[in-house]
């Protein structure tokens, strides 16, 4: 079982669910949430993410413990997915010895489930974040198999085997999903995964495309052009290929609601959607799980074919992106401390590109779209007065959804958001006003309004940063 949905926690929502204990998720409340992902709204599948938040690692023992009967009757592992995103050593430095306590608690996790008469290992992937190369990926499988699991092979200096001392260590390997998030891993893709099926003698691999943080870095449309590109490429890896897409509500960050399922149709052949907290949390019940077995319904497609023609365009309004992030960088920044928090994850503020030396700093891709988003500038507006009248065209060839998308962003344009970004940005929303008919959400405008007018006076401008998240169905 391959699963279609998976349910992350992306701190990405506007509304609290029902069983946090306060204003943002601590750990024991997301214990809570997987059991309720996987019972109440039907996901197939929780990333448990240690990448840049506390996480606890007893996860399946709290899970078995607190809900036994349904575990039992749907073991992890065999009808539901538990996959940690770990930290990436050759990136997280501060970060790299977590690694190895994460690879631990998988062989533990076994000996959890085993102790409930269940014969099911109930990790045994992982997903690596940020992956640049196949020998990131082929160290963590290796270190995994040889010092994880390997060591119970070995003997201890009274002749005691390690795994007669301490028990099995089950899964023997594991599965490493790559996640490539920037424009040259996502390029690359079909090179870095060859190799990694090449050498672990794969048949089938999962491949995870980030598809909000390459909108932070390059922009709403080369974002999506680069990840198409990307699963047209996966299609020729001579293994069985199973895509994940990692999108949010936001338009900006790919726009998968529970009110627009539109891309999975965008990207047919992508296995495994992302539903992130605002796609559970910011929306009705009912609405959110009739949306996910809509999701569960469709099927898996072949990749369209991405010429090199769009990929130019791609590298053009990349360009015309990028000129922006100076403009906004400042108002970014001084505003990121405005959006509430929504789990309890560890303070992570990067150079913009990967530290490649442009030296302008940037909050995460939900804190930076709920910044602009809550004075009324919707970031998809960055870059567009690049878009000549040809390339509007080609772009509708290659983004099918890129009109409803944008108009749903431009229903959150409040004009007086100019009167606190850089002027600079006005050829942007006269090129909108050109190509768009901007119909504004009067309620979110109102909002939008206040927050502008509470500027610069020292007031706390959380509650009406969340006001204005719950009206669009999403914080960031």
């Not at 009110?259 to 965008?266: A, F, H, I």
Request: with cysteine; glycine share 6%.
């Amino acid at each position: 079982m391959i699963p279609r949905v998976m349910s992350t926690q992306h701190p990405d929502n506007a509304n609290m669910p029902f069983f946090a204990r306060g204003e943002y998720l601590n750990g024991e409340d997301e214990i809570k949430e997987a059991y309720y992902v996987f019972s109440h709204f039907g996901c197939d599948e929780q990333m448990w993410d240690f990448e840049g938040k506390e996480v606890d690692d007893f996860v399946v023992r709290k899970l078995l413990s607190n809900y036994p009967d349904f575990f039992k009757r749907k073991p992890l592992g065999k009808f539901f997915r538990l996959t940690p995103r770990i930290p990436n050593p050759s990136v997280e430095k501060e970060e790299a010895k977590l690694l190895s306590e994460i690879l631990e608690m998988i062989p533990r996790s076994y000996d959890y489930v085993k102790s409930f008469d269940i014969d099911q290992e109930p990790i045994f992937e992982v997903i690596l974040p940020m992956t640049r190369t196949h020998e990131e990926v082929l160290r963590i499988y290796y270190f995994y198999k040889d010092f994880v699991a390997g060591k119970g092979k070995l003997s201890l200096r009274d002749g005691t085997k390690i795994s007669e001392w301490l028990g099995e260590f089950k899964p023997e390997e594991i599965k490493v999903i790559p996640l490539l998030e920037d424009k040259k891993s996502l390029l690359n893709a079909k090179e870095i995964v060859s190799k990694i099926v090449e050498e672990t003698n794969s048949e089938h691999i999962r491949v995870f495309l980030a598809r909000s943080d390459p909108a932070l870095n390059y922009g709403f449309i080369s974002a999506t052009i680069y990840v198409k590109y990307s699963l047209m490429r996966l299609e020729d890896v001579n293994a069985e290929v199973y895509p994940i897409l990692g999108v949010g509500s936001c338009p900006f960050r790919g726009g998968l609601s529970p009110k627009n399922l539109q891309p999975v149709d965008e990207f047919p052949s992508v296995e495994t959607f992302t539903v992130q907290s605002a796609f559970k949390y910011d929306y009705e019940f009912s609405e959110v799980r009739k949306a996910i077995e809509r999701i569960k319904e469709k099927r898996k497609g072949k990749a369209e074919v991405i010429d090199e023609e769009y990929l130019r365009l791609a590298e053009k309004l990349t360009e015309a992106y990028r000129k922006r992030i100076p403009l906004i960088a400042n108002f970014v920044n001084s505003f990121s401390k405005n959006v509430p928090k929504r789990r309890m994850r560890k303070l992570h503020i990067g150079l913009f590109g990967y530290s490649r030396g442009e030296g302008v700093k940037l909050p995460r891709a939900i804190t930076f779209c709920a910044s602009l988003y809550s004075i009324g500038f919707p970031p998809e507006l960055l870059g567009i007065a690049e878009l000549s009248d040809k390339d509007y065209e080609k772009v509708l060839e290659v983004f099918s959804g890129f009109e409803a998308m944008i108009g749903e962003a431009l229903k959150y344009f409040n004009p007086n958001s100019m009167k606190v970004l850089n002027s600079k940005l006005e050829k942007d929303v006269e090129r909108a006003k050109e190509l768009f008919e901007i119909e504004v959400d009067e309620e979110h405008e109102k909002v939008t309004n206040e927050i502008i007018n509470m500027l610069g006076k020292g007031l706390d401008l959380k509650e009406r940063v969340a006001e204005a998240g719950i009206l669009r169905g999403f914080l960031g």
